[in-house]
């Protein structure tokens, strides 16, 4: 059974910085797309960042300049640096990951909270 477990989060002041670990465990043969969403309160969920197997990246505009996601296909780890973090940045931050079995599936971590004070 696969499982994408979280690492991370907590309470952080405005302008500080965290770091969101996430690792699939399981059996399977790769892992195409891994990201990050978060998903406020009262809101939808929406992407933060994702990173192809080739390194690829592609981040929310509200995010750029501040955040980096990065991954070891190795260990079929992601992680997301966020730096400069803003009230506006809490959210609950959930953990993507296209599990190849060969076909393509997704899952979802359990999700961490960021909360970042004024």
């Known amino acids: 059974q696969v499982q994408l477990v979280e690492s991370g989060g907590g309470l952080v002041q405005d302008g500080g910085s965290l770091r969101l670990s996430c690792a699939a465990t399981?059996?399977?043969?790769?892992?195409?797309?891994m990201g990050w969403y978060r998903q406020a309160p009262g809101k939808q969920r929406e992407l933060v960042a994702d990173?192809?197997?080739?390194?690829?990246?592609n981040y929310a505009d509200s995010v750029k300049g501040r955040f980096t996601i990065s991954r070891d296909n190795a260990k079929n780890t992601v992680v997301l640096q966020m730096n400069s973090l803003k009230p506006e940045d809490t959210a609950v931050y959930y953990c993507s990951a296209q599990v190849v079995f060969p076909r393509a599936v997704d899952y979802w971590g359990q999700g961490t909270q960021v909360t970042v004070s004024p």
């Open positions: 399981g059996r399977f043969l790769g892992i195409r797309t």
């Open positions: 990173i192809s197997t080739g390194g690829s990246t």
